[in-house]
């Protein structure tokens, strides 16, 4: 499987990227290491970037966050699932207005629907540490790295 993504960073005290906790039961109750970048499936013959941009505003409800976008590279995640991501400048995003994409599932013999996620929030480098899927915690230490003087 390989999905894409944007990591969208402020500069506040310090850098900060936004992160986003995965909707649906099965989450509801995790923590430490559950959050991630906004990503998700590439589709067919699409293209990574696309995905990117497309998944974005499915799980957020807003739109693609203009400027340049920084190439993060990829990881390989403990699943085995390939993702690829970039940066993107996008201080005005606010939490509050999150309006998620939703999708359907089976859950406890009910169909239901759920939020793709049900929360984003900004972190510094020490709360990505605690709250992000570890195998995604180089994607923060790339777009740090770019932007160094």
Do not use: C
Not at 17 to 26: C, D, Q, S
Not at 83 to 96: E, I, N, Y
Not at 111 to 124: A, H, K, Q
Not at 128 to 137: D, F, I, R, S
Request: aromatic residues 10%; without cysteine; hydrophobic residues 40%.
């Amino acid at each position: 499987m390989f999905s894409a993504g944007l990591v969208p960073y402020r500069f506040s005290v310090d850098l900060e990227i936004m992160i986003a906790h995965p909707g649906g039961p099965l989450w509801a109750r995790k923590e430490a290491g559950s959050w991630s970048i906004v990503k998700g499936r590439i589709e067919g013959d699409e293209e990574a970037r696309t995905a990117a941009g497309r998944e974005f505003e499915e799980e957020t409800g807003w739109p693609v966050p203009a400027g340049d976008w920084l190439e993060l590279g990829e990881i390989t995640q403990r699943s085995g699932k390939r993702v690829v991501a970039w940066g993107v400048d996008a201080p005005h995003l606010d939490p509050d207005t999150l309006e998620p994409g939703h999708f359907e599932m089976r859950w406890r013999g009910k169909l239901g629907s759920f939020p793709e996620i049900d929360r984003v929030r900004w972190v510094n480098r020490g709360e990505a540490q605690l709250l992000m899927m570890p195998a995604q915690l180089p994607f923060f230490d790339r777009l740090a790295e770019q932007m160094e003087p």
